[in-house]
């Protein structure tokens, strides 16, 4: 069963920065796509950011220029970089291999005003 362990989060001030971390098991890492999501308060998911098995990423653009996101293949693991922190950033954020259905338990960012 693949799992999906999610770190980093905590309160932060408008402007701020976070590093996520999202550690994966049992998974061929590095044949999968990986990708971060979030999740506000009454709102759907959405995504924000993937890194493909060739290390070319996109991003949400309401995230572009702000946040980064980088994977680790030896370890299992994506990173999100999150620079200049907004209010509206507030979520919980979750990782995701491509085509597989499976979530861990997030993280949640705050960002303060």
């Known amino acids: 069963q693949v799992q999906l362990v999610e770190s980093g989060g905590g309160l932060v001030q408008a402007g701020g920065s976070l590093r996520l971390t999202c550690t994966a098991s049992n998974l061929i890492f590095s044949s999968y796509t990986m990708a971060w999501y979030r999740q506000a308060p009454g709102k759907q998911r959405e995504f924000v950011a993937r890194?493909?098995?060739?290390?070319?990423?996109m991003y949400a653009d309401s995230v572009k220029g702000r946040f980064t996101i980088s994977r680790h293949n030896a370890l299992s693991t994506v990173y999100l970089q999150m620079n200049s922190l907004k209010p509206e950033d507030t979520a919980v954020y979750y990782c995701?291999?491509?085509?597989?259905?499976?979530w861990g338990q997030g993280t949640q960012v705050t960002v303060s005003s």
């Open positions: 890194v493909n098995t060739y290390d070319i990423t």
């Open positions: 995701n291999p491509s085509g597989i259905d499976i």
